[in-house]
T-cell receptor, first 113, second 114 residues
């Protein structure tokens, strides 16, 4: 199972772009990379998922280099409401992980005015 | 749609008591799982299920039992609660059997064991 490593915390200011990197050195061929956001007293919620290169949706972009041993979540022009914990999750959509989905400890992003 | 519903939201137990945390989903998801979250520890997987009648252990299964008799429900049982089980518990479900599609989480159940 691919383990993930993320920075424990990051600080930013409103309007800046924030990039959070996740390391997953032993990622397997069939593994996808998924990012979740969690606000205090709430369950995590899905942000974005990708396999390689770049994926973009209405809230974030996900950059994955060719070797796939890391990934970077990019949040454009953050606001105070983006203050949350962000988790990177690596797993096999074809069932290789057999459902044993291990989250890392997450990155606590603090956005200041 | 209700999504993933957890009950109760708050519970206080005494050491040695038993209880069941309920989790129900109305999305016809095959995959369901339970996590616990403690300060500074992130989310740790307790048990998971890839379909009715099938369950397996995650990272921290000791002290917890699960069963999956229906697609909709995945209860988590504490047979003899201990203070170390004080935590916030999250149930999650997904449309893929491995769970690596989008995971939908409940709002959490905060358990305190005295």
């Amino acid at each position: 199972l691919a383990k993930t490593t993320q920075p424990i915390s990051m600080d930013s200011y409103e309007g800046q772009e924030v990039n959070i990197t996740c390391s997953h050195n032993n990622i397997a061929t069939n593994d996808y990379i998924t990012w979740y956001q969690q606000f205090p007293s709430q369950g995590p919620r899905f942000i974005i998922q990708g396999y390689k290169t770049k994926v973009t949706n209405e809230v974030a972009s996900l950059f994955i280099p060719a070797d796939r041993k890391s990934s970077t979540l990019s949040l454009p022009r953050v606001s105070l409401s983006d203050t949350a914990v962000y988790y990177c999750l690596v797993g096999d959509v074809y069932g290789g992980s057999q459902g044993n989905l291990i989250f890392g400890k997450g990155t606590k992003l603090s956005v200041k005015p | 749609n209700a999504g993933v519903t957890q009950t109760p939201k708050f519970q206080v137990l005494k050491t040695g008591q038993s209880m069941t945390l309920q989790c129900a989903q109305d999305m016809n998801h095959e995959y369901m799982s339970w996590y616990r979250q403690d300060p500074g520890m992130g989310l740790r997987l307790i048990h998971y299920s890839v379909g009715a009648g099938i369950t397996d252990q995650g990272e921290v299964p000791n002290g917890y039992n699960v069963s999956r008799s229906t697609t909709e429900d995945f209860p988590l049982r504490l047979l003899s609660a201990a203070p170390s089980q004080t935590s916030v518990y999250f149930c999650a479900s997904s449309y893929t059997t491995s769970g690596t599609g989008e995971l939908f989480f409940g709002e959490g159940s905060r358990l305190t064991v005295l």
